[in-house]
């Protein structure tokens, strides 16, 4: 079976963070370790195929989601954390970076097919809850899965001075009053779950081009690839023969777009079902940089809920997840980025007419001015 596992690698502590130059010194050699390995050698000389892989780099450290062919899930994760390990040892600028994280995140019945996939007197029990008991006790005695105490200060003191820099919504969008009668949260909860948002802006951008690079290389349409993906992998899948390139692009435009209203003073409101999508997963980016971090206390994540809450506060996106019964989705995945009603701003790039994608070049159209309203 073929598992995606996401590893995340991190600069040494005190390290500076890298610029734009240094991440791309750092995809170089990772790409070059990476294409290197055709198979991992998993748990009692098993060997555990390396089918695809995805980079992206951020300011602390990388991201690798690898594809892996394994008899089961903790063979692929303990070959991928290995091969991750030793890439780090022998590449020497990277010598001193930590893995802080090494896992497969599956739906209940993928996860159950795991199991059964898994025979002899070694497998994997049923339940879940005493398969991770067993999983997280078999970690090595070296690596508790906690992060230093310092590591998580340096956080919680980063994330709270970049709260600011979400100048559209002040803490009262988190839950965080004066007024203790109205208060939800404390002012750290709120600070820190703020400044999770605004970090995590560079996660979801980084990992929209990383998504459209990759889907260039591997397309035209995620229907097309077993390639894995950051962003567009969390997708309605129903509608993945219409994720071309072209609506990649349209995608990371808006997600440009929307992150930087977020940073002025003025946001507005969501201005089309593409934004609702974004801003679901810049908020489970803002909580899996928490959760990394051992931040995401039950303040913290309520504080999320209040400012996805009050951002979206109309989302009907949800129904794209609906499976149709002949698999694919029902309508156009270009009408998820008309704009909601005569206010509703949506660059221009995002709205150009689809008759132009086949020269790829991406100007603007005719379907600019028609808008769209909300699924009734």
């Known amino acids: 079976m073929t598992y995606a596992v996401t590893v995340d690698v991190e600069l040494p502590k005190g390290g500076s963070e890298l610029d734009v130059l240094q991440r791309e010194g750092v995809v170089f050699l990772l790409r070059k370790g990476l294409d290197s390995i055709a198979a991992i050698e998993g748990p009692d000389g098993m060997e555990v195929d390396l089918v695809d892989d995805v ?11 690898l594809c892996v062919d394994a008899p089961a899930l903790e063979f692929a994760e303990d070959a991928a954390r290995e091969v991750v390990a030793e ?34 007197p070694d497998a994997p029990p049923a339940d879940p809850a005493e398969r991770a ?16 105490d310092t590591d998580v200060a340096d956080m919680r003191r980063r994330l709270r001075l970049l709260a600011p820099g979400l ?35 560079d996660l979801l951008v980084d990992e929209l081009f990383t998504d459209l690079a990759g889907l260039e290389e591997d397309g035209p349409t995620v229907a097309d690839t077993d390639a894995p993906f950051m962003i567009l992998d969390e997708l309605p899948r129903q509608f993945a023969q219409q994720y071309s390139v072209l609506f990649a692009r349209r995608l990371t435009v808006t997600a440009v777009a929307l992150t930087g209203r977020l ?13 609702e999508l974004l801003l679901k997963f810049l908020v489970g980016q803002a909580e899996a940089t928490a959760d990394l971090y051992e931040l995401l206390s039950e303040e913290v994540e309520t504080a999320l809920q209040v400012f996805a809450d009050g951002v979206g506060d109309d989302m009907d996106h949800e129904w794209l997840y609906a499976p149709a019964g002949n698999g694919a989705g029902k309508g156009l995945v270009q009408d998820w980025f008309l704009p909601f009603g005569d206010e509703g701003y949506v660059h221009p790039y995002a709205t ?7 020269d790829g070049d991406g100007g603007s159209g005719g379907r600019g001015g028609d808008e769209q309203e909300r699924p009734g």
């Open 133 to 148: 008991r067993r999983h997280a006790a078999g970690t090595p005695s070296g690596d508790t899965g906690r992060r230093d």
């Open 352 to 358: 150009h007419d689809d008759s132009e994608e086949g």
């Open 87 to 120: 890439l780090l040892e022998r590449t020497e600028p990277l010598t001193a970076w930590e893995i802080t994280r090494c896992g497969v995140e599956l739906a209940p019945e993928v996860l159950q097919e795991s199991l059964d996939a898994a025979d002899g």
């Open 167 to 201: 100048r559209a919504f002040p803490l009262t969008s988190f839950g965080h009053s004066e007024d203790e009668e109205k208060r939800i949260v404390s002012r750290e909860a709120a600070e820190i779950a703020a400044g999770a948002v605004v970090y995590a802006i």
């Open 55 to 65: 980079i992206t780099v951020h300011p602390r450290g990388a991201r690798l989601k």
């Open 263 to 275: 940073t002025q003073p003025h946001f507005g409101r969501l201005s089309c079902v593409a934004e």
